[in-house]
């Protein structure tokens, strides 16, 4: 059973337009809803976390908004750069213990 | 935080060959974790690597495939053994850091083996 569901699979967003990735999760014990940003060839970095106890963490241009009754989260990117361009990744867990989505590709067109 | 450094960035391998990863922490760390990342794909589990400990593996890994060694609490190295083509992929090394209500998840730039 898939822990983590991620959509869209890819995305095309103009400059200046926001960008938004949606997951699911299963597991209500889950505590811990981390964004990767992974551009070719290198390793996911941090992008953003939140944790239950609040509906909505803003960094910079970054959101997520997050809905415990209906177990999702998403991202929201604003003002959408070209250099936002990679794959994120979402991930759920609590502890050590973690379960990633499956990815989207976004793109920002200049 | 945590920096993470592996070695090597990327290596060519010929089939039948073992390659040894090799994974640096800025901190010591309880646990460390490897994944493997396919073209195009998400991150799979390979194994926890607890220091002083035998590793746990995932489902679909096994230890004479995938050995690991945990020395001491900043450095871990995975194996990747008797290569096949279908062992190319990125191999990520990555930490958790902070106490239960912190926990937070670094990973390494990652490990880009091709098998021929």
């Known amino acids: 059973q898939q822990q983590v569901k991620q959509s869209p699979q890819s995305l095309i967003v103009q400059k200046g337009g926001i960008s938004i990735i949606n997951c699911a999760y299963e597991?209500?014990?889950?505590?811990?809803f981390p964004w990767y940003q992974q551009f070719p060839g290198k390793g996911p970095a941090l992008l953003i976390a939140i944790r239950p106890d609040v509906s909505e963490k803003k960094e910079g241009r970054f959101t997520i908004s997050f809905n415990k009754s209906a177990k999702q989260f998403s991202l929201h990117i604003m003002d959408s750069q070209p250099g936002d361009s990679a794959t994120y990744f979402c991930a759920a867990g609590t502890g050590n213990q973690f379960y990633f989505g499956t990815g989207t590709s976004l793109t920002v067109i200049p | 935080s945590a920096v993470i450094s592996q070695k090597p960035s990327r290596d060519i391998c010929q089939r039948g060959t073992s390659l040894t990863i090799q994974c640096q922490v800025d901190s010591q760390v309880t646990m460390m974790f490897w994944y493997r990342q396919q073209p195009g794909q998400s991150l799979t589990l390979i194994a926890t690597?607890?220091?002083?400990?035998?590793?746990?593996?995932e489902s679909g890994f096994v230890i004479d495939k995938f050995p690991i060694s945990r020395p001491n609490l900043t450095f871990s190295t995975l194996t990747v053994s008797n290569m096949s083509p279908e062992d190319s992929s990125i191999y990520l090394c990555?930490?958790?850091?902070?106490?239960?209500?912190?926990?937070?998840?670094?990973f390494g730039p990652g490990t880009r083996l091709t098998v021929l």
């Open positions: 690597a607890n220091q002083g400990s035998e590793a746990t593996y």
């Open positions: 990555s930490v958790v850091t902070g106490t239960k209500s912190t926990d937070t998840q670094y």
């Open positions: 597991n209500t014990a889950f505590d811990y």
